[in-house]
C-alpha cells in the first residue's frame, strides 16, 4: 500500500515570489509520480509526472518538481507564481507494477497568490 | 475532443433516497475510474473499469453502492439508500490502455446527503 503526505494544507504567496509545494509518499513497491492542480470549479488536470529517467521533470505552466528517491519526496516548485496559479494541488502516486494504476492522493494544497 | 463529462454537478438528497451519478469518459479511453472526496480529506479510489469489466473495486466503501460501465461506454455509480456519511465530491477518470496513472478527471458531481 501506499500512502502520500502532503504537510501544508494552505500555502499563501505574493505574486511574482517563488513558492515551493512539499510532498513526501510512502510504498513497498515503485511508483510512478504526479501533481495534479485543480482551479476553481473545475475538474483535476495533469501538471507534471515522473515515470523514469531524469529527476527533474517540467510540467505546464512553468511548474517543475524534482523527485528524490533517498527522501521519498517530490516536491513542486515554480520560480515565480501568478495570481492565476490559485487553486489546489494534489500529488499522487501510482504503483509501477500492478495496482491498475489507480492513483493514491495526498489531502492536497491550496496555493493561495495575493498582490 | 471532449473532456470527461459528469452530471448531475450538484445533487442535494435526503438520507434514504437513492441517487445515480454518472460519467461520460473521452472516447476511446478503456480506463475509467471513479475516486470520491470528503470534505477536508484525500481523494480516494472507490474503483476501476477496464472496458465494461470491473478490475478492481477495492475502494468501495459498502454493499450501498453500486457501479456499472455498460457496453464499456459510460459509467454510473447508484447510492442506494444513501446516508450522511456519503456526502462529498464524486470524481470520475479516464485514461488510455497502458497509461500508467496520467488520467483526465471529469469536474465532479457534489453530493450533499441531508
Known amino acids: 500500500a501506499q500512502s502520500v503526505t502532503q504537510l501544508d494544507s494552505q500555502v499563501p504567496v505574493f505574486e511574482e515570489a517563488p513558492v515551493e509545494l512539499r510532498c513526501n509518499y510512502s510504498?513497498?513497491?515503485?511508483?510512478?509520480l504526479f501533481w495534479y492542480v485543480q482551479y476553481p470549479n473545475q475538474g483535476l488536470q495533469l501538471l507534471l509526472k515522473?515515470?523514469?529517467?531524469?529527476?527533474l521533470v517540467k510540467g505546464i505552466n512553468g511548474f517543475e518538481a524534482e523527485f528524490n528517491k533517498s527522501q521519498t519526496s517530490f516536491h513542486l516548485r515554480k520560480p515565480s507564481v501568478h495570481i492565476s496559479d490559485t487553486a489546489e494541488y494534489f500529488c499522487?502516486?501510482?504503483?509501477?507494477?500492478?495496482?491498475?494504476?489507480?492513483?493514491?492522493f495526498g489531502t492536497g494544497t491550496q496555493l493561495k497568490v495575493e498582490l | 475532443e471532449a473532456g470527461v463529462t459528469q452530471f448531475p454537478s450538484h445533487s442535494v438528497i435526503e438520507k434514504g433516497q437513492t441517487v445515480t451519478l454518472r460519467c461520460d469518459p473521452i472516447?476511446?479511453?478503456?480506463?475509467l475510474y471513479w475516486y470520491r472526496r470528503v470534505m477536508g480529506k484525500e481523494i480516494k479510489f472507490l474503483l476501476h473499469?477496464?472496458?465494461?469489466?470491473?478490475?478492481?473495486e477495492s475502494g468501495m466503501p459498502n454493499n450501498r453502492f453500486l457501479a456499472e460501465r455498460t457496453g464499456g461506454t459510460y459509467s454510473t455509480l447508484k447510492v442506494q439508500p444513501a446516508e450522511l456519511e456519503d456526502s462529498g465530491v464524486y470524481f470520475c477518470?479516464?485514461?488510455?490502455?497502458?497509461?500508467?496513472?496520467?488520467?483526465?478527471f471529469g469536474q465532479g458531481t457534489r453530493l450533499t446527503v441531508v
Open positions: 472516447s476511446g479511453h478503456d480506463n
Open positions: 477518470a479516464s485514461s488510455q490502455a497502458g497509461s500508467r496513472g496520467e488520467a483526465f
Open positions: 473499469f477496464v472496458k465494461e469489466s470491473k478490475q478492481d
Open positions: 515522473y515515470l523514469s529517467g531524469s529527476t
Open positions: 510504498s513497498s513497491v515503485s511508483v510512478y
Open positions: 499522487a502516486v501510482s504503483e509501477v507494477r500492478g495496482g491498475g494504476n489507480k492513483l493514491t
